[in-house]
């Protein structure tokens, strides 16, 4: 990567001032830095004027998702538009504004988050909770035929479409972009680029290639990919035009006999056609709806297209629905399995990652111990300084959550840069961050204290500890999904008494999104339908939180192996996880007492593995040296 400035900030503290210079990454600009903040917005006007062009439709609820047209997670600013008419911006939410109430749908991650952000104008649904309807349930049992709920049929999935019964959904235009107006950002046209298939392990022929098999397999004509991510991998090129994702906006068509990439011709250079060579064939972002359109109106009766479980009712429209199948999409299954090449790259990007978050964490002790006064913000910024000193460093792979006692216990929460705590010695430090690179894309939480933590607080972190261990050495038949396990790492807090609403680990994408489906660890039912398979990668984060106290997640990327086991009943063979993160535990938040002798042995064995990995890559840093040292001792 080409950096062509270098930022410096000056941060003002009481004691000592200290420059940290900040690199404007290749993908994530750097006005976007900083936390998602927990201030109120106020959304009278925004409401008002809402409800106006609803009543002039004549449209009695008005559904407002957080996904985009391609329903990615971590939408682009244009597409925030849940976060605009709510003020409530965490990743995963559905507003309903009916003629005279406003409701937000949310999880249990962001609870205490929404309970900030929102005025006095929205009630909070806490999804999850006794007796809370999830909103399409909402839809279904309070806006009966013949009222009309409307949505943007671009923004719901023609498979979430259909399970809404009851209610006469109303296809328009997008209301909220009429209230957002002029002020609503363009959509980005960032520089599109070519992944080395150094880096990737196969190329996009190859991948091509697998998804026509999986055609002539299901008997259909072409596969319609409407996902970001699924674009960029199956063509092996990445972009910038959402924050910390490194996808751009595309469309794709593979058919037999070709392949059609829809994208702005803007953000293609003469690398990229080189690139994609003859196999595949370029037509603009907008062509991408009346293509298909043309597609639908030349198909037969016995004609079949595949499209996603997250494609939009516009695209199932477009086509026709008689032609169209709706199923998982296969490149999912294909890039959840990783290959050597990609698996090598995790390896060695969350070796040198784990560098980072040592220096980091030694620096801010020393920091700490020295009286220096520090801000959530400012040790957010630090560690990104780190990172971005790494080779085939490319940017974060999301805000750092980077939290301060009583912060950690907001699940998502990241530190607003203009008004946030500051990290002290005497409570809990909880700092969930991950960076993209080249081979790899990471994502690691620790929780440390840098005074004395209390016995509860000693008892809860162990309790996570325990679970955490469980999952990572977990050994289990071929055939077993995430769904199945996720009790493994609850056990020991639910000896206690205690919990957490989040799931215990997601997929990650290889320098794509840190967020990638279908397999996962929870207690999500889709779990259940996608066994874990070698090859995939699924975070390990059991956490602990004392709402108002504070925050305890242990996170660590683990990579799913086949196990050597003694027998193998059923001939079904055996599966197990390598963990690739690379960063010790909070050491004096360990309470030894409550660790088995194997558990024990694992910590020692883990920290062992770290000092051997990461201690190289600190030649020139003796303060990390010495803090990594002490803290991989063993118990």
């Keep these: 990567m080409l950096i062509t400035a270098v930022r410096v900030f000056q941060l003002r503290l009481p004691t000592r001032s200290i420059r940290i210079l900040r690199p404007p990454h290749s993908y994530r600009p750097l006005s976007t830095m900083g936390g998602i903040g927990t201030q109120t917005v106020n959304t009278t006007d925004r409401l008002a004027a809402l409800r106006k062009l609803m009543a002039e439709r004549n449209i009695d609820a008005c559904i407002v998702p957080s996904e985009d047209q391609h329903f990615s997670e971590y939408p682009a600013e244009c597409d925030k538009r849940r976060a605009f008419i709510s003020g409530f911006n965490g990743s995963a939410g559905t507003a309903i504004v009916t003629k005279d109430r406003a409701y937000l749908f949310t999880d249990g991650r962001y609870f205490l988050q929404a309970e900030k952000q929102l005025d006095k104008n929205w ?13 399409q349930e909402f839809i279904t049992k309070n806006v009966t035929a013949p009222a009309h709920a409307g949505i943007d049929p671009e923004l719901i999935s023609a498979f979430e479409a259909k399970s809404i019964t009851g209610t006469d959904l109303t296809y328009s235009e997008n209301l909220v972009d009429l209230v957002w107006g002029s002020a609503q950002p363009a959509r980005p046209k960032n520089p599109v680029f070519a992944l080395d298939v150094k880096y990737a392990g196969r190329d996009h022929v190859n991948k091509l290639a697998g998804v026509r098999e999986e055609l002539e397999k299901q008997k259909a004509r072409a596969l319609v990919v409407t996902m970001l991510d699924e674009v960029a991998w199956l063509f092996n090129l990445r972009g910038a035009d959402i924050e910390f994702n490194p996808v751009f906006f595309g469309y794709a068509v593979v058919a037999a006999d070709g392949a059609i ?17 003859q196999d595949v064939q370029l037509r603009p972002y907008d062509a991408f709806i009346p293509y298909l359109k043309g597609l639908g109106a030349g198909l037969q009766d016995d004609d079949k297209v595949l499209i996603g479980d997250k494609a939009s009712v516009a695209v199932a429209e477009a ?39 040592v220096r980091y964490f030694a620096w801010l002790e020393e920091q700490l111990n020295q009286g220096v006064e520090l801000s959530e913000s400012q040790g957010a910024d630090q560690l990104e300084k780190f990172r971005s000193e790494l080779p085939l460093f490319k940017g974060l792979s999301f805000t750092t959550i980077s939290s301060a006692g009583p912060n950690g216990a907001i699940i998502h929460y990241s530190p607003d840069p203009h008004d946030c705590a500051i990290i002290r010695k005497d409570q809990i430090y909880l700092c969930d961050s991950g960076g993209q690179y080249l081979d790899g894309t990471t994502d690691v939480t620790r929780t440390l204290h840098f005074g004395t933590p209390t016995a509860e607080q000693r008892r809860a972190f162990t309790r996570v500890l325990q679970g955490h261990i469980a999952i990572d050495t977990a050994v289990f038949p071929t055939g077993t999904s995430g769904y199945n396990i996720d009790t493994w790492a609850r056990r020991y807090l639910w000896r206690d008494g205690l919990d957490y609403r989040h799931g215990t680990g997601h997929g990650v994408g290889h320098f794509l999104n840190v967020h990638e489906g279908p397999q996962g660890i929870g207690t999500r039912i889709a779990y259940n339908s996608t066994p874990l398979r070698a090859g995939m990668t699924v975070s390990n984060e059991p956490g602990y939180y004392a709402d108002g106290e504070y925050g305890i ?30 960063a010790p535990m909070g050491r004096n938040l360990i309470e030894v007492s409550l660790l088995s002798m194997e558990e024990r042995g694992w910590v020692d064995a883990y920290h062992k593995e770290i000092w051997e990995k990461v201690s190289p890559l600190l030649e020139g840093d003796a303060r990390a040296r010495a803090w990594l040292q002490r803290e991989c001792a063993p118990l």
Excluded at 123 to 135: E, I, N, R, S
Excluded at 320 to 338: E, N, Q, V
């Design 261 to 277: 990439l829809f994208l702005d011709p803007a953000q293609v250079s003469q690398e990229v056609l080189s690139h994609l060579g």
């Design 123 to 135: 009630a909070l649904m806490k999804q999850g909770l006794p007796d809370v309807p999830t909103w």
């Design 553 to 582: 997640r242990i996170e660590n990327i683990v990579i799913v192996r086949e196990a050597q086991t003694p027998h193998n009943f059923g001939d079904k063979g055996y599966l197990g996880f390598e963990h690739v993160t690379m």
């Design 319 to 357: 086509l026709g629905y008689p032609y169209i199948s709706i199923t998982r999409s296969p490149i999912a299954d294909l890039k959840s399995i990783k290959n050597a090449t990609e698996i090598e790259g995790f390896r060695a990007s969350h070796i040198r990652d784990g560098s980072a978050l």
